[in-house]
């Protein structure tokens, strides 16, 4: 069994979608990390409990209030984190 949070889903997702428009910020390991925590720390977590260890594309699938919330969060994630990043140079 397994615990799976479809809103940490919907958020790398989102994340990954945000980033792919954006030339000018700092995409690093820590930055996109910085930025899914912050969002998720954001958002209400949305678990389901997964029997056979796989997860069905239908079953991570976000409501559409979910996914605008998400994308709102991310979005505002980026923004902060891009501004001030927290990685090594
Ligand atoms: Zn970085």
């Not at 389901?48 to 976000?62: M, P, R």
Request: net charge negative; aromatic share 6%.
């Amino acid at each position: 069994m397994d615990l799976i949070n479809r809103t940490s889903h919907g958020v790398w997702q989102t994340l990954d979608e945000v980033l792919e428009q954006r030339e000018d910020i700092c995409k690093c390991e820590q930055c996109r990390y910085d930025m899914a925590c912050m969002a998720l720390n954001n958002l209400r977590p949305n678990y389901f409990v997964s029997k056979h260890g796989s997860v069905y594309a239908k079953l991570v699938e976000l409501s559409q209030q979910s996914r605008t919330d998400v994308l709102i969060e991310v979005t505002r994630a980026v923004d902060r984190v891009s501004n001030n990043p927290h990685h090594l140079d």
